[in-house]
């Protein structure tokens, strides 16, 4: 079993940065796919990147691409999520999400362990 906590999110400005970090427990977390996803205001969560468990294999919402990168450190148990050139649009709570042994699937349901989330906000 595995817990995560999300942090990094914040107020930033049109065009701003923010990494955030999805930290994990366990001695074990280097086995598992690790994805983000996000969901805004009156809408359903969705999928916004992720790694998968050996790091070799990455995913990105079409949003997001060119703008986000997925990154993980196995030995600081913890994957980050890099934003650059951020939106108002990308405003929303963030969640990090791990599936053991997982290709870093787009979807939802491979996930077994979820984070509490770590709002971002940015202001036009």
């Known amino acids: 079993q595995v817990q995560l906590v999300e942090s990094g999110g914040g107020l930033v400005q049109a065009g701003g940065s923010l990494r955030l970090s999805c930290a994990a427990s366990?001695?074990?977390?280097?086995?598992?796919?690790v994805g983000w996803f996000r969901q805004a205001p009156g809408k359903v969560r969705a999928f916004v990147a992720s790694?998968?468990?050996?790091?070799?294999?990455?995913n990105y919402a079409d949003s997001v691409k060119g703008r986000f990168t997925i990154s993980r450190d196995n030995a600081k148990n913890t994957v980050f999520l890099q934003m650059n050139s951020l939106k108002p649009e990308d405003t929303a709570v963030y969640y990090c999400?791990?599936?053991?042994w997982g290709s870093g699937l787009t979807t939802e349901r491979p996930y077994d362990y979820w984070g509490q989330g770590t709002q971002v906000t940015v202001s036009s």
């Open positions: 999400a791990a599936d053991l």
């Open positions: 366990g001695r074990t977390f280097g086995r598992y796919a």
């Open positions: 790694i998968s468990w050996t790091g070799g294999a990455t």
